[in-house]
C-alpha cells in the first residue's frame, strides 16, 4: 500500500511536470524565435526547463556576475567599497548609450565610490558604470574565471557594453546557459560565496529594481533623488544600444 501511495504521487508529479512544460513550450512558440527556459523551487523537484543548456546572448545579464565577482574582490581587500574609482573620459561609449552615470558626469574625469558603480550597475543596468567596474577588476576572464571558480557552469563573458554597442554581432559572443544562471541565483540564495553583509547589500540592490513601462526611470523623469535607487535588469532596447 505505502509503494503503491509513493508511485502515485510520483505519477502525479510527473504528469504536473509534463503539463507545466507544455505549457511553457506553448508560450515559447509565440516568442517566434529561440527560447530556452530553466525554473528552480526550493524544496520541490520542478521542471520547467525548455533547452536550458542553450547558450542565448546574455547582454545586460553579465551585471550580476561582475558585481558577485567585484565584492569577492572587496572582501579580500583587493578594493574596498569606499574606494574612489576614476571616471575617465575613455570610459564613456558614445554617441549615446543607457547610463545615469554618463547621463549626470558627460564629461567624466570624477571620482565615483566603487559601491555607488556597483549600485548603479546592478540596480539601474547602468552600462558605463559595469564597464567601469569591469576595468578595474582585470577584465571579462576575471568574471567567467570566478564564476568556475564557485561552481557556476554555462557563462562565458568575452565583451563588456562597449563591445555590445559597437558590434551587434558581439551580443552572441557572451552567453549564460539558462541552467547555469538558475545556479548562480540559487547559489547566492542558499550558499552564497560572499560575506552576509555583501550579500545582503546585493540582494539590496538587485531588489531596489524599478521595472515595468511606468517607471519615471525609465521615462527619462531624472532627478538626484532617482539616481539613488536602483534596478537590475536586462531590457535595454536594441534601438538604444545600437543606434
Request: net charge negative; hydrophobic share 40%.
Amino acid at each position: 500500500m505505502r509503494f503503491a501511495i509513493v508511485f502515485f504521487l510520483f505519477a502525479r508529479s510527473a504528469c504536473a511536470q509534463t503539463a507545466l512544460q507544455t505549457k511553457i513550450r506553448a508560450i515559447a512558440a509565440d516568442a517566434h524565435g529561440k527560447v530556452s527556459v530553466a525554473c528552480s523551487l526550493p524544496d520541490s523537484s520542478l521542471n520547467c526547463d525548455l533547452d536550458p543548456y542553450a547558450r542565448p546572448p546574455m547582454e545586460s545579464v553579465f551585471k550580476l556576475p561582475l558585481a558577485v565577482a567585484a565584492l569577492d574582490l572587496v572582501q579580500n581587500e583587493k578594493f574596498s567599497l569606499d574606494q574612489a574609482i576614476r571616471f575617465l573620459p575613455s570610459d564613456r561609449i558614445l554617441p549615446h548609450v543607457y547610463s545615469p552615470l554618463q547621463d549626470k558626469y558627460p564629461d567624466a574625469n570624477v571620482d565615483i565610490p566603487l559601491r555607488e558603480l556597483l549600485r548603479l550597475a546592478v540596480s539601474l543596468s547602468d552600462n558605463v558604470a559595469a564597464d567601469v567596474v569591469l576595468r578595474i577588476i582585470g577584465g571579462p576572464a576575471v568574471v567567467t574565471n570566478y564564476m568556475k571558480s564557485i561552481g557556476v557552469e554555462g557563462f562565458h563573458l568575452e565583451d563588456g557594453e562597449r563591445g555590445l554597442h559597437d558590434d551587434v554581432k558581439a551580443q552572441y559572443r557572451n552567453w549564460f546557459e539558462p541552467i547555469g544562471a538558475v545556479e548562480l541565483l540559487r547559489r547566492i540564495s542558499d550558499n552564497s560565496p560572499l560575506t552576509e553583509e555583501h550579500t545582503k547589500l546585493l540582494m539590496e540592490w538587485m531588489q531596489d529594481t524599478p521595472t515595468g513601462p511606468h517607471d519615471k526611470r525609465r521615462a527619462g523623469a531624472w532627478n538626484d533623488r532617482d539616481a539613488q535607487d536602483g534596478a537590475f535588469s536586462n531590457r535595454r532596447r536594441a534601438d538604444e544600444r545600437y543606434e
